[in-house]
């Protein structure tokens, strides 16, 4: 399923405008895009997939194989899936997500200078939007547990001007923006996010705003983010990653996610994964994002 810029303009629009958000789902490795699409299906929910380049790195994966199986996975889709390259650092690997058929793509110059970040998602911006592919940047770097996204912990928050200029100077289509959440696992039950930060960059900007971190959130904090005010126009996309690799592990009997070669072992056990987690996606469809039946915009 080929998904352009303005199609997945549009369905963040619905979103932004509908009190819901997408969820953009990382499955870590080929064999639950499978259960990530099912889930979409069955909830008529529009989707994102993503892999980021140190999942890449880490399942010796390489962005075509990623989309050849996405393509197998969403012939027969009936609703919208977006094929998306997660956080990735570097222009050339960029290139190759969109040379592969990748929908839309994440460069994120968050641990740069400001200047530095501005100018390399420029270059993103300009390479992708004459291919017709959405880019994502992020300002404020998301830390947290998780060195398969971030390779570190350091958490600096965006400030609501330097979005602004940000957005403006760059031409980004998406905005991953850091006000309390974080990758991996939470130490707390309900993390502490700056509502009020959120508020204000919602306030300067019109770009749909991305939330990464969206694994082992309340409901009541991913509810209130999704409606920031008058019951729509905070969050439209929602990263989840951790929460699909927790359940992997727990039904594979291992302590980590598997590479490329323990995938192989047990099929029967991997089809009882696969459901698992499409159970686990079709609830946060449901109860979380609100986006069931909202595959055609309703």
Not at 81 to 105: C, M, N, P, Q, W
Not at 162 to 184: K, M, N
Not at 209 to 222: A, D, K
Not at 232 to 244: F, P, Q, R, Y
Request: aromatic content about 6%; hydrophobic content about 40%.
């Amino acid at each position: 399923m080929k998904m352009t810029r303005s199609e997945i303009l549009e369905q963040l629009a619905k979103a932004q405008h509908g009190g819901y958000a997408l969820g953009s789902f990382s499955p870590r490795n080929t064999v639950l895009i499978g259960a990530v699409v099912r889930a979409a299906q069955a909830t008529k929910s529009p989707v994102m997939v993503q892999i980021s380049s140190n999942e890449m790195r880490w399942f010796e994966l390489e962005p075509q194989a990623f989309a050849e199986q996405l393509r197998k996975d969403t012939a027969d889709a009936e609703v919208p899936v977006i094929l998306h390259l997660d956080h990735t650092y570097d222009f050339e690997t960029v290139k190759r997500a969109i040379g592969a058929g990748f929908h839309s793509v994440m460069i994120d110059g968050s641990k740069l200078p400001f200047e530095e970040n501005v100018a390399l998602t420029c270059q993103v911006v300009q390479y992708a939007h004459e291919r017709n592919v959405a880019v994502e940047g992020e300002l404020g770097n998301i830390g947290g547990a998780d060195k398969l996204e971030t390779g570190g912990d350091e958490l600096l928050y965006t400030v609501p001007e330097q979005a602004a200029e940000f957005v403006r100077r760059t031409g980004c289509d998406t905005l991953a923006v850091s006000v309390g959440t974080a990758h991996g696992v939470y130490p707390t039950k309900n993390p502490s996010i700056d509502f009020e930060r959120l508020a204000n960059i919602r306030d300067l900007i019109d770009t749909p705003l991305v939330l990464h971190g969206g694994s082992g959130l309340p409901m009541e904090t991913v509810r209130r983010a999704i409606c920031l005010k008058d019951g729509k126009g905070g969050i439209v996309k929602l990263n989840i990653a951790t929460d699909l690799e927790l359940i992997f592990q727990k039904v594979m009997g291992v302590t980590r996610m598997p590479n490329r070669d323990t995938l192989q072992l047990d099929s029967d056990l991997l089809r009882q994964a696969a459901d698992q987690v499409q159970a686990f996606v079709q609830g946060r469809m449901r109860d979380f994002l609100y986006s069931a039946g909202k595959a055609n915009g309703a």
